[in-house]
T-cell receptor
Framework: KNEVEQSPQNLTAQEGEFITINCSYS?????LHWLQQHPGGGIVSLFM???GKKKHGRLIATINIQEKHSSLHITASHPRDSAVYIC????????????FGEGTQLTVNP | DAGVIQSPRHEVTEMGQEVTLRCKPI?????LFWYRQTMMRGLELLIY????????DSGMPEDRFSAKMPNASFSTLKIQPSEPRDSAVYFC????????????????FGPGTRLTVL
């Protein structure tokens, strides 16, 4: 079992739909990151959180430390949101090392 | 700031050749990370530095891989000799610190170097 598991692996939505991507992890963590990888390959950090909830524009990230679970929500999805979304955790005992999930491929159709 | 700069963007080489990938972190960042991304294994951390000192190199696949950070503005990842299974995209990232309480733990990624070993 991977330390970080994401679901779904692939997600297709229609423009305007509300989207949720889930991330579960099995280790104690000091922080969790959500990354976005564009079709061209570039990686952008969306959120880093260790508790609660963060919001940036149409993106919302939540984390439940007790349940070892995080979700990334996209409201009013748009075709430009099409990308791979990657969850990564920094364990409480591994310093700055990040362990990555396999990513969720999101396609938003017009 | 130009962000994290990596060179070259693409590298095609033959098996057995030495390959050197270069990274310039964002000025003022004291952490530098090297990652590898493949279809089979996804993103993996290879090594990271803090204040130019290697902190964790447990992700470096084998002795053919080496990384250096001679100063705060430059790092190299070297593969010698290269093998076809080293073909991947190599990302460099930098950050200002990793305290869980800090709001500046975000890692900024470079555009990556796509390496193909024939």
């Amino acid at each position: 079992k991977n330390e970080v598991e994401q679901s779904p692996q692939n997600l297709t939505a229609q423009e305007g739909e509300f989207i949720t991507i889930n991330c579960s992890y099995s280790v104690g963590i000091s922080a969790l990151h959500w990354l976005q990888q564009h079709p061209g390959g570039g990686i952008v950090s969306l959120f880093m959180l260790s508790s609660g909830k963060k919001k940036h524009g149409r993106l919302i990230a939540t984390i439940n430390i007790q349940e070892k679970h995080s979700s990334l929500h996209i409201t009013a999805s748009h075709p430009r949101d099409s990308a791979v979304y990657i969850c990564a955790v920094r364990s409480a005992t591994s310093g700055s090392r990040l362990t990555f999930g396999e990513g969720t491929q999101l396609t938003v159709n017009p | 700031d130009a962000g994290v700069i990596q060179s070259p963007r693409h590298e095609v080489t033959e098996m057995g050749q030495e390959v050197t990938l270069r990274c310039k972190p964002i000025s003022g960042h004291d952490y530098l990370f090297w990652y590898r991304q493949t279809m089979m294994r996804g993103l993996e951390l290879l090594i990271y530095f803090n204040n130019n000192v290697p902190i964790d190199d447990s992700g470096m696949p084998e002795d053919r891989f080496s990384a250096k950070m001679p100063n705060a503005s430059f790092s190299t990842l070297k593969i010698q000799p290269s093998e076809p299974r080293d073909s991947a995209v190599y990302f460099c990232a930098s950050s200002t610190g990793t305290s869980a309480r800090s709001s500046y733990n975000e890692q900024f990624f470079g555009p990556g170097t796509r390496l193909t070993v024939l």
